[in-house]
């Protein structure tokens, strides 16, 4: 599982971390860094797998506006069967070329290293931390990505597989579209999940259990009427459906693009759960229930929440709706807030039991809507002495 996320001179997060666990609910008003955060791992995640150059995923845009420096930093932690491991990409930019280049960038295991690339040379170690070949960098790809898998490296590759398997989505139902037009398999969408058609093309292809799995939550839950999803060849593409029928009724095909927002936002969903759920790693989700309906909100959050228990899978959101906040904020809570112009702070919000007593008529999502919580805890807002004095009583910190 992602055990921390370290930031700095990056966006609004400056000198900035997050310590993760199995799961994880950022929370705090718009603005604050929940998205910057999560859309990080992704960015971190696709550079260390050689999807994108560091010109791409770190332009020179993403310094912190009010910073002079020109060295950004950023760490992630990973917590697996083998250890501790830490990540860690140092850039330097050049601003007046809109330019950058790698000045750092390790890979250690338990604080042994796995990878250096130091001193305008990379090394590689083995799994016993010996050190063992040499080569020159590319300033703008992970060196990470270049490894090529040896049986005496099986450490190292962990890491890369735990990455792999590490899915960042910021639903946005209207950028999907029905065409699968990629000759590669796409088994890590976009973040916007722009082409997760060519995800869902794949997993119809290669992922039998996944695809059953989804389906069935589907059929028997959110979409009534759903009854398997279709790939039809359209020239060198592919047209992705979803079969709906009644009992004893005609079938109908409607495109992926055809369906409603909160219906895409559904299937999106269920396919993440799936697939995370056969091959575990992290799921990290933006406002999963922007689209959903009252209804369907609470039956996601307690599959999360069990996903997260039983240790199948770890589960990092972000979250707005009231639902998400009151279910989910006691003992999972991260609170993200900042000044205007301001760098990002964090801490972990702790209620008390009797929060959600109904005599209490008292809930977290409560406490944010009236103004009175944030990362201090609460605060007096035109609110009375003994109106104060009651809501620190019931928001506790949590050890």
């Given at each position: ?7 700095d ?27 910057a ?13 050689g ?7 770190f ?14 930093t ?8 083998q ?16 330019s ?21 040379k ?6 016993r931390h ?128 055809e ?8 299937v ?9 759920t056969?091959?575990?790693g ?90 009175w ?27």
């Amino acid at each position: 599982m992602l055990s921390r996320l370290y930031a700095d001179n990056y966006q609004c997060l400056a000198n900035f971390q997050l310590f993760f666990d199995p799961l994880s609910v950022l929370l705090g008003p718009n603005g604050s860094g929940k998205s910057a955060s999560l859309l990080l791992v992704a960015k971190l995640r696709d550079f260390v797998l050689g999807r994108e150059s560091s010109g791409k995923l770190f332009p020179g845009e993403s310094l912190t506006r009010w910073y002079t420096r020109s060295d950004q930093t950023f760490e992630l932690g990973a917590r697996l069967s083998q250890g501790e491991y830490i990540y860690r990409l140092r850039f330097q930019h050049q601003r007046e070329r809109s330019s950058n280049r790698i000045i750092e960038e390790t890979l250690s295991l338990d604080g042994k290293p796995l990878f250096e690339t130091r001193d305008e040379k990379t090394y590689l170690y083995n799994d016993r931390h010996t050190k063992g070949p040499e080569f020159l960098p590319d300033w703008n790809v992970s060196g990470l990505s270049r490894v090529h898998e040896r049986p005496d490296n099986t450490k190292f590759i962990a890491f890369r597989r735990f990455m792999e398997r590490t899915l960042v989505l910021a639903l946005n139902p209207a950028l999907v579209k029905a065409v699968s037009e990629n000759k590669q398999p796409v088994m890590l969408p976009r973040p916007d999940c722009s082409d997760f058609a060519s995800l869902l093309d794949y997993v119809i292809r290669s992922e039998a259990i996944v695809r059953q799995e989804a389906e069935r939550s589907l059929s028997t839950g959110a979409l009534p009427g759903f009854r398997a999803f279709q790939a039809t060849p359209f020239g060198d593409a592919n047209i992705l459906e979803c079969v709906f029928s009644k009992a004893g009724s005609k079938s109908w095909k409607f495109r992926l693009d055809e369906l409603s927002s909160g219906q895409i936002a559904l299937v999106i969903l269920e396919i993440a759960l799936a697939l995370a759920t056969e091959h575990g790693g992290a799921l990290l989700l933006d406002e999963p229930g922007n689209f959903l309906g009252l209804s369907e909100i609470a039956p996601l959050l307690t599959r999360f929440q069990d996903a997260a228990q039983e240790k199948r899978f770890q589960v990092i959101i972000s979250a707005h709706h009231p639902i998400a906040v009151d279910f989910l904020s006691a003992g999972h809570g991260l609170w993200l807030d900042r000044e205007p112009s301001g760098t990002t702070r964090v801490q972990k919000v702790g209620v008390a039991d009797d929060i959600r007593d109904k005599e209490a008529h008292l809930r977290v999502s409560d406490l944010i809507a009236r103004g009175w919580l944030s990362g201090l805890g609460v605060q007096n807002h035109n609110a009375s002495e003994s109106e104060a004095e009651r809501f620190n009583r019931l928001l506790s910190e949590e050890e």
